[in-house]
């Protein structure tokens, strides 16, 4: 199919503003009067505060106000358990955990402020592994567990917020009938999104008393709905507007500051800014979270896969935020894309006392892809079968089904392995000390709801009203570009609303590779309904068949009488002034189906997920065995995206998501120190920069999705899923060496050549307690 | 607490300003001035997005007391484009994808500006070791070292 | 940050006497490191004294008899493109290419970097390599310190609250044949010398050593010259052994500490494996002159 603006990289439609400085980010907005907040934090990781005296701090000239959880209303807010409180109620459970806000006539006195309010704390046991916290005479971090709105049937126990499970076949007869069984530990660690811009809002009351708050976010309503459930408000009296949002990675989905600067804004009845420090993100925000699994698999001797079997726990800090979303939807992609019969594949989600992970590219993927993949090159080298082979052989092809049942009709995945070793030259020669890994990723890119309004303008211009909302991106870019394919119109002729609650109509996040997929077909859908109504609206005006017209340059008309037409400028006046009332298309779009054969499943917190989306990446690495220091040589990464409507976005997504595969891979890591972060800064948490990385070759494989717009799916998040087990399983082939420990640090590598490997005694302590 | 009175030379027009000594460059021209285009994101001199020319050479803003400029002149990414007229730096960065959010682009492009007045045809080797003060977390920097090749080429 | 007062002083002269009147005031010249601590909170001085508007602190001057003088405010920038130390003590030049990032080589310093004493900055080793002598100033008069003398401990040195730093010297080297190296080995390139080792190597026209120098970076609490390199190569035909005795004897005199970059005892096979290529290194630029 020829197509006028799809698989054309167009310039994006953000770009002007980007680089000639005039991009207003949160940061960059003010208004008169407005206050600078900022918050107290605790200081232990678990304890009870017995007093909070803030009336030296009150008394500083220029302080507005001082809140506490007593000054608010008693909500709690979280996407999955409702057990996260504004500001901490009756104790602390992590290290940075918000106790007091103060809001302030400037920065320096807010931060004086913070240093006279008293805060008197009664120290509780403490407990920071997930595997310590499981066991039955762990500190209970959230006593009233049982008693949290859950919004899913979740399966609780002591510090497990969350358990899920999924079987097919039968296990026990899967690893009978296999003729060699694999099986290891693997640790995964919390791993930093870093975008560049620091989370912040602006929250103000206009004089009708509806809040507004500004906010660096991906989720507009994700933010209306956590101030209005935590603080009691109306969402009819809360508008959240985001301006330009220097990145997210997942880590902008859930509010950070927003709700304690609604609370300070109503207090005070000023405009309060509140922006973090890069040391309260590093201390306080969502980032990744740390994972133990232990997985197994057995295989025939002609390498064909049998039965799986995984234990997933995620380490999910304080509070639950998307920990049993990310255990959930790691564990519902554990079993890969392979055809394998017999599986169980279990996920915890663990209270701890640090600070909470929440989601972040990949979304469990990442730690339990680690596992996965590095078991069958275990499985690989043990058979002596190529790793490349072992993949195809086993690999998904369409007609196979998902984890849940769903028939995959869209499966690009063999084509992603056979370029991506093709592009580090898997069977070329290799030097000493250098060796070539490879990894499968299966994600997906359709889940929950967006809806659009395409409205067609009383001068034929086209007014797009989307929830989503461009973090960087290209989404912008790209629902536009459907816009102006399904009408015809340039994009310079289409405006685009989204960032509004007040102005554009209901969507989730921007998150879970998501926009493409489902925000596209809503935008696609809206568009052709506006399409349908100005050729209604042509025909009847024309006083023709409606089948006799067609679309092009902006004009309906009738096709073999040309010269009888309107213009769509013409059509939008009769709309407004005569007859019919204003064009609006519309879609509700919801993912719905193919839903779940969920016989199998328990624990689960999602609907249905579709628009699956492949991918294999394969590294050539270089171990320096002195420095124990490894170099990605080379890489490709290839993406089964369904239809690229934006070839060069495409790209960007997979570099993007490559570099930070490599920074989770080698070198970041949030370091504690018992419960505190010993690194929260970029002096001391090293992110990849630009003479460190490897020229990337970014495939793009195309198995068009017919349930996608123009065959598209997404992508946002698998290009850093599959990147840490094709290094480890490059440094398998380079030195003979299994790395089994994020990140993959010179140190630990030099340790593993001497024979000293960190073990997670995963038997001994599994069989004791649980 | 006493005021300075100082003049700073920021992209060719001269502004006069009461400075408290221990302001920052980064502040002045965000809050004095209202150049909203430099930016903060770390404020310990790490990340880059605070990256100006002084004298035609990267600084970090973040760390430059705007007492201590002294006369020397300051370009900001507002700086850069002539009378509305983008510099090419700027428009191969929009041809070639090497934007994504854009937090890091002003600062990234003036440092590209240091490398290319430097030397008009650097390798790619240059082009990353003129980038290593200018984190980047959306693009993984390919298609900004390709931005700046592309530019050299002009 | 906390208020301070800020002073331009037009001499030298001017400036010892700020700082002898204001006993909590500081210098400020390339402000990478003190503006962070600025605005960490970590100092709080009464007054800054801006060194920059003393003129003459930013010559580089070599002459065959005091060698290289190097004033204390040339940016590492100028250390980097400098011609006499491109030609002199290239090792010098080769150090500063390596420190952080290009807006701090145009801002830091090279008497910060060395005044600021922190065991992982990448010139004080370099320097001690070379058997530099630092030239302090106040209003007593003026002191010679050699630069192992210098440091105390993390952050610490020996300058008095008056002094200022205004000049390194580095003596010419007994011959042309000459081959210096600093490596470090960081987590990120460039990123904070987790180990960092400068070795320099002279030989005569037989090929016999006739000057060695090498120090350590980050293993200790201050920079850490191995004083018995010169007993093991001085008067000798350097061979692998001689280098690997001047490595393990690098590896037994260091101290390192454990911190969230590396474990002690990682730095210390580093500096092992770092010392051993180092030395390398320079021996093949010395035998190619």
Known sequence: MEYQYIGRSIPKVDSTEKVNGTALYINDLSFPNMLWGKVLRSIYPHAEIVRI????????????????????????????????????????RYIGEPVAAVAAIDREIAEEALQLIEVEYDELPSVFDPLEAMKPDAPLIH??????????????????????????????????????????????????????????????????????????????????????????????????????????????????????CAALAQKTSLPVKIILTREEEFTAGRPRHPSIVWGRLGVKKDGTFVAKQMINVFDTGAYADDGPGVTGFGSLMARGPYRVPHFKIEGYCVYTNKVKPGAFRGFGNPQTTFASESLIDIAAKQLHIDPLEIRLKNALIPGDRSVGGQTL??????????????????????????????????????????????????????????????????????LTQIVAEELGVPIEEINLISRDTDAAPYTWATSASRLTYTGGNAVRMAAIDAREQLLDLAAQQLDENKDDLIIKNKRVFVKFSPEKGLTFHQLGAISCWVTGGQI??????????????????????????????????????????????????????????????????????????????????????????????????????????????????????????????????????????????????????????????????????????????????????????? | MLKREIQLDINGNVYSLSVLPQRTLLEVLREDIGLTGTKEGCSEGECGVCTVLLDGLPVRSCLLLAIDV???????????????????????????????????????????????????????????????????????????????QAAAQR | MRYFEYVEPKTLDEAC???????????????????????????????????????????????????????????????????????????????????????????????????????????PPALMAGNATLRAVSSKGERKIPIELFFTDYYENVLNQDEVLVEIQI??????????????????????????????????????????????????????????????????????????????????????????????????EMVYVLTRKALQESLKKAQAM
């Not at chain 1, 497990?160 to 290891?184: L, N, P, W, Y």
């Not at chain 1, 093709?422 to 929950?448: D, F, P, Y």
């Not at chain 3, 320099?200 to 850490?224: E, H, K, M, R, W």
């Open chain 1, 584 to 770: 609006i298309g519309k879609s509700s779009f919801m993912v719905e189906k193919p839903a779940f054969d969920r016989s199998g499943f328990s624990g689960f917190p999602f609907g249905t997920m579709t628009g699956y989306i492949f991918g294999a990446q394969a590294v050539e690495v270089e171990v320096d065995v002195e420095t124990g220091k490894v170099k990605v040589i080379q890489c490709a990464s290839a993406h089964d995206v369904g239809h690229a409507i934006h070839p060069q976005n495409v790209e960007g997504q997979i570099e993007g998501g490559f570099v930070q595969g490599l920074g989770y891979a080698l070198s970041e890591e949030i370091v504690f120190d018992g419960g505190k972060v010993i690194n929260p800064s970029f002096a001391d948490y090293k992110i990849p920069i630009a003479p460190d990385i490897p020229l990337i070759a970014s495939i793009i494989v195309e198995a068009h999705d017919e349930t996608g717009p123009y065959g598209a799916k997404g992508l946002g998040e698998p290009g850093l899923v599959g990147v840490a087990p094709a290094i480890a399983n490059a440094i398998l082939d380079a030195i003979g060496i299994r790395m089994k420990d994020l990140p993959i640090t010179p140190e630990k590598v030099r340790d593993a050549l001497k024979g000293k490997q960190v073990t997670i005694p995963w038997k001994e302590i599994w069989m004791k307690n649980y």
């Open chain 3, 17 to 123: 006497q700020f700082l002898n009147t204001y006993e909590e005031a500081k210098i400020l010249a390339g402000g990478v490191s003190l503006v962070v601590l600025l605005k960490n909170r970590l100092i709080t001085p009464s007054h800054l004294v801006n060194l920059k508007t003393v003129p003459g602190l930013n010559k580089i001057e070599w002459d065959d008899r005091a060698g290289l003088r190097i004033g204390s405010l040339n940016r590492h920038r100028n250390i980097i493109d400098s011609a006499p130390i491109k030609k002199h003590f290239p090792i010098l030049s080769e150090a500063a290419s390596k420190i952080a990032t290009p807006s701090i080589r145009n801002m830091g310093t090279v008497g910060g970097n060395i005044c600021h004493a922190e065991p992982s900055a990448d010139l």
């Open chain 1, 53 to 92: 005296d803030k009336s030296k701090a009150e008394r500083l000239p220029g302080v507005k106000t001082i809140i506490t959880a007593q000054d608010i209303p008693d909500g709690r807010y979280g996407p999955f358990i409702k057990d996260e409180p504004v500001l901490a109620r009756g104790k602390v």
């Open chain 2, 70 to 148: 002294r006369g020397g002149k300051i370009m900001t990414i507002e700086g850069l484009s002539q009378k509305g007229d983008l510099h090419p730096l700027q428009k191969a960065f929009i041809e070639h994808g090497a934007i994504q959010c854009g937090f890091c682009t002003p600062g990234m492009i003036l440092s590209a500006k240091a490398i290319l007045d430097q030397n008009p045809l650097p390798s790619e080797e240059e082009i990353r070791g003129g980038l290593s003060g200018n984190l980047c977390r959306c693009t993984g920097y390919v298609k900004i070292i390709k931005a700046v």
């Open chain 1, 409 to 478: 009709y869209s499966v690009g995945i063999k084509e992603c392995l056979e370029k991506a070793a093709q592009g580090v030259g898997w069977k070329e020669k290799k030097e000493k000390n250098r060796g070539r890994g490879i990894a499968s990723i299966n994600h997906t890119s359709g889940l929950l709801t967006v809806s659009a309004l395409v409205r067609i303008n009383e001068d034929g211009t086209i007014s797009l009203h989307v929830g989503a909302m461009d973090i960087g991106q290209g989404s912008d870019t790209i």
């Open chain 3, 171 to 268: 003596p010419p080297f007994p011959s042309q044949r000459l081959g210096g190296t600093y490596i470090k080995l960081d987590k990120v390139t460039n990123s904070i010398a987790i180990v960092g080792v400068a070795s320099v190597i002279c030989l005569d026209d037989q090929g016999v050593c006739n000057f060695a120098g090498l120090c350590l970076g980050g293993v200790a609490s201050t920079p850490l010259k191995v004083e018995r390199v010169k007993e093991i190569f001085l008067g000798e035909k350097i061979k692998e052994t001689h280098m690997e005795q001047a490595a393990k004897e690098a590896q037994t005199i260091s101290n390192p500490l454990t911190n969230v970059y590396a474990t002690a005892e990682y730095r210390k």
């Open chain 1, 143 to 260: 006593e009233d567990l049982s008693s949290y709105l859950c919004v899913f049937p979740a399966i609780q126990k002591g510090n497990v917020c969350s358990h899920t499970t999924f079987m097919e076949g039968d296990i026990q007869r899967g690893f009978k009938e296999a003729e060699v069984i694999v099986e290891d530990t693997f640790k995964t660690h919390m791993h930093h999104q870093s975008y560049m811009e620091p989370s912040g809002a602006i929250a103000k009351v206009d004089p009708s008393g509806k809040i507004i708050i500004y906010s660096s976010t991906q989720a507009v309503f994700v933010t209306q709905s956590r101030v209005s459930e935590s603080l009691k408000i109306p969402m009819s009296k809360i508008r959240v507007i985001a301006p330009t949002v220097g990145g997210g990675f997942g880590g902008k989905i859930e509010t950070n500051v927003q709700p304690i």
